[in-house]
C-alpha cells in the first residue's frame, strides 16, 4: 500500500511539472482586514426599542475614535472620557456605559476586482454581544452570541467605492431581558436573564472580578472573498496513535460553490521532513469532505510537561483547479492519545487522564480570562502566565467556564508547553434557559468552538460547565414547585448529557466529554464510593481548618482555594497612600468581591498567625496564609495517589489588580502561593506527615521510572541543634505514592518531655547527588510554633544575566521574602524556610545596578510580620 502511495505520488509530482506556473491572476482566497476607520458614539436610549428597527440610527455627531479588535471602555479610556476603569473605586462610576446603546461605524471600500469574485463575505470571529448589523442602511443580520463566527454574503449589498458599516449594540442586559421575556417558563424557573444571550457571565461581575458589561468588535473582522471553493477547515482525526504507530485521517472540509474538478494535496512533516499525496476530485456545489488516511511510523508523540517532549507535526491541504490553487490552508497537531478512564476500584469509581498509556496526576489551577477587557491581552501577558505555570511545575490549567474561548494563541502556547487543557464550555454557574432557539443556539456554538479548536493537543477534556449541575439544588432551585424543578432539570440533561455531549462524539470523538464540573455522572455518592470530580470548599466558603482537606476521599479536585492580597506594588496601582491603612477602607474593599473576604483572610489570620503588626505585613502575611493552605490540600491529595488522580487549584491568574484566589496577580507577579506551588508540584515530592502518633514519610513520584535515592531525616529545634536523625536508602517506585519511613513521635525528641513547638523535622530526598524535594514539618499548629526572631543576612553579587541574593540565618526563618522597595526583579525563588546555619541563593533579573539593588533589598520573615514572636504562634 505504501508503494502504491509513493507512485501515485510521483505520478501526480509528474503532472504538476508539465502545467504552465500560476498565472499571476490566480482566484485565490483572500482577506481584506476592517482594523481601522472605526468610530463608535452613544446612543440616547438603552436601545430596545431601537433594536427592532430595519433603519439605522440617524443622528448626527457624536463619534469618537474606536478600535477593532476592541470595545467600547477601551474606546473611552483611550478618548479620555472616562478614568481608569481599575483604580480605586472608579468601577462603581463607570456602571452608566453597559446601561447605554453604543453604535460602531466605519466604511468598507470594494473595489472593482473584489466586486468581482464569485463570493464576497463579511466576517466577525467575535461580536460582544448582542447587536444589529447594517451595511448600506440595510439590516442584514442581528447576532446574539460572543461565542460564534458571524459570516455574511454581502456581495450583492456592495457597490464599488465606499460602503458605510454600523453596528448598533442596545444595553447588553435589556437584550438579555428581551430574549428572556419570550420564555413561558421564566416566571416559574426564575432563570437569570444574563443567560439567554450568550456573554461571557464574569463581565457582571464575580467574586474576584469587576463588574464591565462591555459590548464591540472584540475579536478580528474583514472581507473574505473567494471563488470556486473554500477550504473550511483541517481536522487531523488520531485514530490510533501508540509510540509504534500514528493511524490518522486528515479531513479537510472544502466549500464549492458550483460542480469543480479540483486536484486535492496534502502535505504533512516534523522538523522539514515532508510527505506529499494528492486526489483528483469532483467537489459538488456545498460542503464536501476529502479524507486522506495517513499512516506514521514510530511517530514523535507529544506528551504533558514532565513526561516528554511537544512535538508538532505541521499539514498542509490545497485544492487547485487546472494547476491554479484556489486555497490552501496549513493545520498543526500534536499526536498524542488520551483517555479519561473510569474504572470501579476499592474507593468507588477512577477519575485520571491516560496520555500516551501513562496514567498523569494532574497537577496545576484554574484560569480566568486574563483581562476584564479581552483584546487588550498580549502575547507577553499570555506568555508570562502560561510559562509561570509550568515553571511551577503543573501540567494542566482549567480553563473556566464563565470566560470566553481563548485565543489560537492561548491554547497554541499551552500546545508548546505541554500545559493540559481541562476546558469548560462557556456556562459558568448560572442556571441555563431551556428554550428551543438557545437549545440550537448553544449546538451551534459547540460546534463552531470545538471544529476551531480541536487540532490541540493540549485540550484532554471538553466539559459541559462550571457547577450548573449543582445549581439543581442552588439558590432556591431546590424549593421549586416539583414540576418546574423537573422540567429545568429535563433541560440540563437535554442540553448537557445530550447536546453538547453529541456535538462532541461527532465533531471531536477522540477528547473526552464530562458533562459539568463537579459531577458524578450522575452517580450516587458516599463515604465508601466516590467518583468523578469535585470542588472542596468547606475551607473558605465552609470556614473549616486547612487540615479539612486532608479528609476528603476525592478522586479528582478540580476546584479549592483560598484567597490572598497581592503584594505592595500591586496595591499601589490602584491606591492612594490613604487607602493603604487597612484592608477595610473603601477602596481596599472595593477591590474583593468575595463579599465577606476580607474579613474571612482575617480570622483565618488570627486562628493560624495572629494579628499583623502593620498593613503592609497584613499583605505578606496573607500571601503565606494562602500558601501554607493551599500546601496542605496540595501535599495530601498527592498523597493520596491512586485513590485521588487531579489537583487544580482555584486560581492561576486575575483579571484585574484584586484580593484573590490567584497564585499570579494581574500584573504576572508570583505571590507565595506559586512559589510554594513550584514545591509541592514537584516531580518527585518528599512529604512528611504527622499521623496519629507517627511521622510518616511519603515519596510521590510523577516518574515513569525507578529512581534510587537518599531519604535524609532531621529533628532539629530553631537554633539548628539536631536531637534526631536518620538516613535511609530508597527505591522510589514510579507513578506512585507511597510511605517509606514511619517513626513513632516518642522516638524523635531525644527527650521525654519534649516541647514540640521549638522542633522541626526536615526531610531531603537525593537523587544521583541533587537535591529533589526537601519539605519541613511542625508537630504542633501553626500557632503553637515559637518562632524565634532571626537576623537574616544577605550577600548580592553579579552573576550571570542578574544577580545572586545569598541569604542565611542563625535561627530558623520561616518564609522568607526578599523585595526591591521600587524595582520589580524576576526571582528564582522566594517565600522559602531559611535553615539555621544554612545558605539559600535566589537569582534575580533585574535591569537595575549592584548599588540600587543593595540600596533598596527588604527581606521580611513570617515572625517580622507580628509585633512580638508570640504574636506569630
Not at 436610549?45 to 431601537?50: E, I
Not at 444589529?132 to 442584514?140: A, D, K, M
Not at 503592609?616 to 498523597?639: D, H, M, N, T
Not at 527527650?751 to 514540640?756: A, C, K
Amino acid at each position: 500500500m505504501r508503494l502504491g502511495r509513493l507512485l501515485l505520488c510521483l505520478f501526480a509530482c509528474a503532472i504538476a511539472a508539465a502545467q504552465p506556473s500560476v498565472a499571476a491572476g490566480s482566484r485565490h482566497r483572500e482577506r481584506v482586514p476592517l482594523n481601522t476607520g472605526w468610530g463608535v458614539r452613544q446612543l440616547p436610549d438603552d436601545g430596545m426599542v431601537a433594536s427592532q428597527s430595519s433603519v439605522p440610527p440617524t443622528l448626527e455627531g457624536g463619534w469618537f475614535p474606536a478600535t477593532v479588535p476592541g470595545d467600547v471602555h477601551l474606546d473611552l479610556l483611550k478618548s479620555g472620557k472616562i478614568p481608569d476603569p481599575f483604580y480605586r473605586d472608579d468601577e462603581a462610576k463607570l456602571q452608566w456605559i453597559e446601561k447605554a446603546r453604543w453604535e460602531y461605524k466605519t466604511s468598507i471600500d470594494a473595489t472593482e476586482a473584489t466586486l468581482a469574485r464569485e463570493h464576497v463575505e463579511l466576517v466577525f470571529e467575535g461580536l460582544d454581544t448582542a447587536c444589529t448589523i447594517f451595511l448600506n442602511g440595510q439590516r442584514i443580520a442581528s447576532p446574539d452570541s460572543m461565542f460564534q463566527e458571524w459570516r455574511f454574503d454581502v456581495k450583492s449589498k456592495l457597490h464599488a467605492g465606499s460602503n458605510d458599516l454600523q453596528i448598533v449594540f442596545p444595553a447588553p442586559m435589556k437584550a438579555a431581558e428581551a430574549v428572556a421575556g419570550k420564555d413561558p417558563w421564566l416566571s416559574r424557573t426564575h432563570t437569570d436573564p444574563k443567560g439567554y444571550i450568550r456573554k461571557a457571565v464574569y463581565e457582571f461581575g464575580w467574586d474576584w472580578g469587576p463588574r464591565f458589561g462591555t459590548s464591540g468588535v472584540y475579536r478580528p473582522a474583514y472581507l473574505e472573498v473567494w471563488d470556486s471553493a473554500r477550504v473550511k477547515d483541517v481536522f487531523v482525526e488520531q485514530e490510533g496513535v501508540t509510540t509504534s504507530a500514528a493511524h490518522l485521517d486528515v479531513h479537510a472540509d472544502v466549500l464549492a460553490s458550483k460542480e469543480t474538478k479540483a486536484n486535492v494535496s496534502i502535505s504533512y512533516g516534523l522538523g522539514g521532513k515532508e510527505i506529499q499525496a494528492d486526489r483528483a476530485v469532483t467537489l459538488a456545489p456545498g460542503s464536501n469532505r476529502i479524507s486522506f488516511p495517513v499512516e506514521i511510523a514510530h511517530p514523535q508523540l507529544w506528551y504533558p510537561s514532565g513526561y516528554g517532549a511537544q512535538p508538532i507535526y505541521h499539514f498542509h491541504i490545497s485544492v487547485k483547479e487546472d494547476g491554479h490553487e484556489l486555497d490552501d490552508k496549513n493545520a498543526k497537531t500534536g499526536l498524542r492519545s488520551v483517555i479519561l478512564r473510569r474504572e470501579l476500584d476499592k474507593w468507588g469509581r477512577s477519575f485520571e487522564f491516560i496520555v500516551n498509556g501513562i496514567p498523569v496526576f494532574a497537577k496545576g489551577a484554574a484560569v480566568i480570562p486574563f483581562d476584564s477587557f479581552p483584546s487588550r491581552v498580549t502575547s507577553e501577558k499570555y506568555r508570562r502566565i502560561l510559562q509561570s505555570a509550568k515553571d511551577a511545575n503543573m501540567n494542566m490549567v482549567r480553563l473556566w467556564g464563565g470566560g470566553y474561548y481563548e485565543t489560537e494563541e492561548f491554547y497554541d502556547q499551552c500546545d508548546e508547553l505541554g500545559l493540559m487543557v481541562w476546558h469548560d464550555l462557556m456556562f459558568g454557574n448560572n442556571w441555563q434557559p431551556g428554550t428551543y432557539d438557545f437549545k440550537q443556539n448553544i449546538e451551534r456554538e459547540a460546534e463552531y468552538q470545538m471544529t476551531r479548536l480541536r487540532n490541540h493537543p493540549s485540550i484532554v477534556l471538553w466539559s459541559g460547565n462550571n457547577e450548573t449541575e449543582e445549581l439543581r439544588e442552588w439558590n432556591g432551585n431546590g424549593d421549586l414547585p416539583a414540576k418546574v424543578h423537573e422540567h429545568i432539570w429535563e433541560d440540563y440533561l437535554t442540553e448537557f448529557s445530550g447536546i453538547l455531549a453529541r456535538t462532541a462524539a461527532r465533531v471531536d470523538p477522540q477528547t473526552p466529554y464530562w458533562p459539568s464540573s463537579p459531577s458524578a455522572d450522575y452517580e450516587e455518592l458516599s463515604d465508601a464510593y466516590q467518583s468523578g470530580d469535585n470542588h472542596d470548599w468547606s475551607v473558605w466558603h465552609g470556614n473549616a481548618d486547612f487540615e479539612e482537606f486532608e479528609k476528603r476521599p476525592w478522586r479528582f479536585v478540580s476546584e479549592y482555594g483560598f484567597q490572598s492580597f497581592p503584594e505592595m506594588k500591586t496595591i499601589e496601582s490602584f491606591t492612594l497612600p490613604g487607602d493603604r491603612t487597612s484592608i477595610f477602607t473603601p477602596v481596599m474593599k472595593a477591590h474583593q468581591k468575595n463579599g465577606d473576604g476580607n474579613r474571612l483572610i482575617q480570622e483565618y489570620m488570627k486562628r493560624y498567625f495572629g494579628e499583623p503588626k502593620d498593613f503592609p505585613s497584613f499583605l505578606y502575611a496573607s500571601q503565606v496564609l494562602q500558601a501554607e493552605g493551599i500546601k496542605v490540600g496540595a501535599e495530601s491529595f498527592r498523597r493520596k495517589r491512586p485513590e485521588t488522580m487531579g489537583s487544580l487549584f482555584w486560581q492561576l491568574n486575575d483579571c484585574w489588580p484584586v484580593a484573590s484566589w490567584s497564585s499570579v496577580d494581574y500584573f504576572g507577579r508570583w505571590k507565595a502561593l506559586q512559589y510554594y506551588a513550584r514545591r509541592f508540584y514537584a516531580p518527585v515530592l518528599v512529604s512528611p506527615h504527622v499521623e496519629g502518633g507517627t511521622l510518616a514519610l511519603y515519596i510521590v513520584s510523577d516518574k515513569t521510572a525507578v529512581i534510587d535515592g537518599t531519604l535524609h531525616l532531621r529533628i532539629m529545634d530553631f537554633s539548628g541543634h539536631v536531637v534526631k536523625e536518620t538516613t535511609q536508602r530508597v527505591k522510589i517506585d514510579p507513578l506512585a505514592s507511597k510511605i517509606y519511613q514511619q517513626i513513632p513521635l516518642v522516638e524523635l525528641s531525644g527527650s521525654n518531655t519534649p516541647d514540640w513547638s521549638g522542633l522541626v523535622g526536615v526531610a531531603d530526598l537525593v537523587a544521583d547527588g541533587n537535591k529533589m524535594s526537601t519539605n519541613l514539618v511542625y508537630f504542633v499548629p501553626s500557632k503553637q510554633i515559637k518562632l524565634p526572631q532571626a537576623t537574616i543576612a544577605t550577600d548580592i553579587s553579579q552573576a550571570g544575566d542578574g544577580y545572586d541574593v545569598t541569604l542565611s540565618s542563625a535561627a530558623l526563618a520561616r518564609s522568607v521574602s526578599v523585595s526591591f522597595g521600587e524595582l520589580d526583579p524576576q526571582y528564582s525563588d522566594n517565600y522559602l524556610d531559611l535553615l539555621p546555619g544554612e545558605k539559600k541563593t535566589i537569582h534575580v533579573t533585574s535591569k537595575a545596578s549592584l548599588a540600587d539593588l543593595k540600596s533598596q533589598i527588604e527581606v521580611m520573615s513570617l515572625v517580622d510580620a507580628f509585633s512580638s514572636p508570640a504574636a506569630a504562634r
